[in-house]
Nanobody
Framework: VQLVESGGGLAQAGGSLTLSCGASGFIFSRHSMSWYRQGPRQGPGQERE????????????MYNDFAKGRFTISRDNAKSTVYLQMNNLKPEDTAVYYC???????WGQGTQVTVSS
């Protein structure tokens, strides 16, 4: 099982970024997928913060409160890829963003998002 995130970078406050996570090694369409983040306020020993998750069909997504109205999770099962579109970015969104498959306990390497004020 392998997850590879991409699309991170530097954005200004109010800007947008779209992250991608390509999956391999399992039947992607049979699993819900999640996005997490770990920011500078969260030390290495602290849990990553759930951003949200999407069901296997892509019909329903749930979000943590900070992400509601600004972030959108989607997926393309034909491409085995899950996306995280982030709008109206804030400096406190600065973090390493990870995709996750809970069933296999799989994590990607993460992609850094930095939002400047």
């Amino acid at each position: 099982v392998q997850l590879v995130e991409s699309g991170g970078g530097l954005a200004q406050a109010g800007g947008s970024l779209t992250l991608s996570c390509g999956a391999s090694g399992f039947i992607f369409s049979r699993h819900s997928m999640s996005w997490y983040r770990q920011g500078p306020r969260q030390g290495p020993g602290q849990e990553r913060e759930l951003v949200g998750f999407i069901d296997r069909d892509g019909k329903e997504a749930m979000y943590n409160d900070f992400a509601k109205g600004r972030f959108t999770i989607s997926r393309d099962n034909a491409k085995s890829t899950v996306y995280l579109q982030m709008n109206n970015l804030k400096p406190e969104d600065t973090a390493v963003y990870y995709c996750n498959n809970h069933f296999f306990g799989a994590w990607g390497q993460g992609t850094q998002v930095t939002v400047s004020s």
